[in-house]
């Protein structure tokens, strides 16, 4: 017969004996497993660091921390105004279809640089915010069509500014086609037959404003302006402009832009005191805040030189 009690204690002195090494493995320093189970996790410094995420106090939240929005919107105003002789522009190069493209023989004259002899204001220059961080609803994207003319093969709007998904009515109201060749991201070139017109709805906004030219006929220039909001003027004949509405509170770089800008892109670049006080860069740009319901006017002398002149 099996001794039932002889076998009860040996295996209580094994349990004892793998009870004993156990312990002995975990307290004894000099003691550790053979198989190295990779480093210990140090709680300290994982409830620092989750302290630290979810206050977004990190170092990689730092660097991406958003600019604090102002409150409240301004306008700025001003007028750009020609420093000399205003130039006088010479008729364009009209070598065909003179009895469409001239007005009784005579040809139109370039609108390079267009100076207006009493204010000696500067038509043309465009002025636009480059990013905002919000946006007024009077200056959110257009709706409905933009208007972009034809006639006496000559675009009847030298400098056109619009929003990102407007569309623009290409129209010819010649009776001879025209080949309407837009350059940029958004490019266009399409034959509009005569007394036709063709819908364009551009997607992309553009840094600077894009040419527009006529295959067919090639002294038709022209420009689009093309901004995802309406922070942005054209200056009219006396060289004023307006943009109402802006972002109060907060530092905004505007872009300056004419044809015959000497900057990159053709920038209008302002080395003069009015343009040093705006800290004016060579890109053609100057940031400036400003108060909320303020309206800030400023006067700008253009140099001929700016202007290639």
Known sequence: MVNTSF????QL???????????????LPGCRPSKDMGPVANTASVAKIREALSSGTGESSSSEAATPAGTGWATLKGRFVFDGTPPTMPPYNVNKDQATCTINGVAPLQETL??????????????????????????????GKSLFDQKTCVFQTHVLPMTIGQTIELKNSDPVGH????????????????????DYTPQKEEAMPVHAVCSIHPWMSSY???????YYAVTGPDGSFEIANVPAGEELEFQVWHESGQGPGN??????????????????????????????????????????G
């Open 7 to 10: 076998i009860k204690c040996k």
């Open 13 to 27: 002195r094994v349990c004892i004996a793998q009870l004993a090494l156990l312990i002995a493995l975990t307290v």
């Open 224 to 230: 689009i302006v093309m901004r995802k909001n309406g």
């Open 179 to 198: 080949n309407t060749n837009i350059s940029g991201k958004n490019s266009f070139n399409q034959t509009i037959p005569a007394n036709e017109s063709v």
């Open 114 to 143: 267009l100076v207006d002899a009493e204010s000696k204001g500067i038509a043309n220059v465009a002025i636009y915010i480059r990013k905002v961080s919000r946006v007024h609803e009077s200056a959110q994207p257009a709706e």
């Open 267 to 308: 920038a209008l670049v302002l080395e003069t005191p009015e343009g040093k006080e705006l800290k004016w860069s060579s890109k053609g740009r100057f940031k400036i805040k400003l108060g909320e319901d303020e309206v800030k006017e400023i006067q700008l002398t253009v140099p001929a030189a700016a202007l290639g």
